[in-house]
């Protein structure tokens, strides 16, 4: 019988360690919440080792942080092959994995951190360097869906809807969080639902934005993701009360 020898790790081996069992207890419970000695006994080492890689919490929690922005950034990325519909399904799809998982995390990502002590330089730059992190995420976002349209340069009205699309996922993703009470299935469709809706509004304003909305829509299938929304929606049609037409002039 031989027994096993645990090898040991270098500095950035060790330091990406704590930085996965961080994201992970992070993902689960407040930040505020897990201490350094649960960080610790978690990564199988002692707490004044935790100490030698990251100063603080707060720098551990800024490193997690900076993983789970990069992770949910990735979320996003999808080949630009077959009907727009179903590639923003999938990519919402990843999207509402990374929320489930990492519940806790996405929160305090999304809404700018723990609390940090009021005043001072630390603080500051703490909220400045997560503020920075969420706008990284946003961005990157922002270009895929571009990436996915096959725009280089988007219009005034193109990048406000995309950049609305992107807010109103965020913020369905944190309101779902608190309870679930809508299968989530239902809001990943209907989130790409949501963007064919803006889309199709700020056509109304805009040829520029009609032109697209009509090359998008000349490629997808019926029974892709917004051609059941057309189904959808010609199911109300019936019970929708007649505008007189001088009310349409």
Sequence with gaps: MTTGVRRRMDVEERRQQLIRVALEL?????????????????????????????????????????????????????????????????????????VDDHGAGFSALMRGGPAVPAGGACS??????????????????????????????????????????????????LIWLDGRRIPRGELELQLVHDFAALCAVSAAYDEEMADILIRVLVDEPADGPFGDLVGRLMTLTPSLPEVPAQRLR
């Design 26 to 98: 992070f993902s689960h419970r407040s930040p505020d919440d897990v201490s350094i000695d649960e960080i610790a006994a978690a990564a199988g080492i002692s707490r004044p080792l935790v100490y030698h890689y990251f100063p603080g919490k707060q720098s551990l929690y800024e490193a997690a942080l900076r993983r789970a922005a990069d992770e949910l950034a990735g979320r996003f990325r999808e080949p630009p092959e077959g009907p727009l519909g179903a590639r923003l399904l999938r990519v919402m799809g990843r999207f509402f994995d990374f």
């Design 124 to 173: 500051r730059n703490a909220l400045s360097a997560t503020n920075a992190m969420i706008d990284d995420v946003r961005q990157a976002a922002y270009e895929q869906i571009l990436t996915h349209l096959g725009i280089d340069t988007p219009s005034p009205r193109l990048e406000l809807v995309v950049r609305s699309w992107v807010s109103l996922a965020e913020s369905t993703a």
